[in-house]
């Protein structure tokens, strides 16, 4: 871990000294983006079940469910795809709702030739519009994965194997292992597989319960460390009493690189819409409109306006890359004042409560046909909505930074917000600190003076 030196209190101006203590806080709030643990979803994982349905001849057929138990962060298009190695020379025979992306080596098999006989396949969900007979429940979603906590019925992915020259008993068959989960690209780590007590299943008509042969789960849990070396949004901040918009701190996630062109897309170009139409639109490669940040998505929080009783902000969404679009977006924002929601504009909102007695993180997202739906960079490419909420008098205050959020993130990661000391202050906070530096430099002044004339 690294340390930086901080100034001393008493070395710097009261402001600078406030700003100081502000940016111990702001460096415990923003080390969770290199943490595997997330503070706001202290549970959250996707957690596979294996259950064995029937033995056949030579194994048995399983069905694989997905379950993303998280509560804002989703596996986006191009989808999931699960991998796994066999503990002794298993070959799928056929598969529901799924296939492996290999077939791998079958040429020892003179008929009836396997799915897959790799050793560690990798399986992907089929499409949609995927013939019934090829369907089991909760199949064929190209691979898209909802969070629990915004959309539980399409948060369930399954598919239905048929594994042959494995084991026909419980005590014979041998779990796979080393299970990986790609959403599209790494940041899971999945856990060994544990047999656990299986899993009963109740009938249509609710009148006979049936049990799996055996059943053993799989747990992965997210990184952002691991899913990319470097942040994804940020967060920019302005208020009705100041002037000052305080933008997301400059290179947040990378740097406009001026010796290779195209790297970055100028918005006012010409030639614009034949850059974005050009060859690599169909890859995961981010194409970004050029800023100072160059971050694919921005969150501005505003401090719009005060009334007596409440408060209102404003928050938009922008979309800087020009080759992603975002279904089903979400935004977490966690502030003291959240607990005290009087209305919401043209946003769905969801209280969470990661801790006992604690109330200050909302999940808020799009309003469906309506601006659920996050289109690429361009004209279109943002969405906003602006919280209506009421005033604890005990704690409100706009001093200090008060009313901007403490943690932002945008579809699960954890958005880069800028220093504690540049956020916008009160005018007349800042007028007391310059009038308080001021009579310091006069009395200082006044003392020497006097000094001198003694001497």
Known sequence: MEYTMLPSIGSVSPRGAFGVLLLLLFSFSTFTWTETYDPLDPTGNITIKWDVITWTPDGYVAVVTMYNFQQYRHIQSPGWSLGWTWAKKEVIWNMMGGQTTEQGDCSKFKAGIPHCCKKDPTVVDLLPGTPYNQQIANCCKGGVLNSWGQDPSNAVSSFQVSV???GTTNKTVKVPKNFTLKAPGPGYTCGPAKIVKPTTFITSDKRRITQAMMTWNITCTYSQFLAQKKPSCCVSLSS???DTVVNCPTCTCGCQNKTEPGSCVD?????LSSVVSSSGKATNTPLLQCTSHMCPVRVHWHVKLNYKEYWR?????TNFNYRMNYSQWNLVVQHPNLDNITQLFSFQYKSLTPYEGLNDTSMLWGVKFYNDFLSSAGPLGNVQSEILLRKDKSTFTFDKGWAFPRRIYF???NC????????PWLPNTSSKLVFSLISTVIATLASFLILMNQS
């Open 164 to 166: 042959g020259s494995a």
């Open 240 to 242: 009705f009493y100041n």
């Open 267 to 271: 918005p006012n170009s010409p030639h």
């Open 313 to 317: 902000v404003k928050i938009t969404i």
């Open 411 to 413: 579809n699960g990661d």
């Open 416 to 423: 880069v917000m800028p220093p504690p000391d540049a956020y």
